[in-house]
């Protein structure tokens, strides 16, 4: 069963991914990029799942939604993760100084 609106989301995770491409880091791309994929990948799954299984219509506009969200929470709990390896390695430093 095809979802509908699909394709507008793999456009949308293109770019979210192309915003980010001029970092030096190849590591941090690809990570990103595997997590945008995967993410993607997961909420088209679940939502194909709940229009067959619960046979419940999904419109395009939820799904999109839906990532948006999943986008913006993936961003919120890595900014999170990066602060707090922040405040763990200027802990570090300051007890090796003393």
Known sequence: MEIE????IWEMAEKL?????KEKNNNQATERYKLIVSETTWILWKCRNES???????????????WVAEM????????VKNLKKKEEDKSKS????K
């Open 94 to 97: 300051i007890k090796s100084f």
């Open 17 to 21: 991914n192309e915003l980010h491409m």
């Open 72 to 79: 913006n929470n993936r961003i919120k709990i890595k900014y």
């Open 52 to 66: 067959v299984i619960c046979q419940n219509e999904i419109q395009p506009s939820q799904i999109k939604s839906r």
């Open 5 to 8: 609106g699909r394709e507008k």
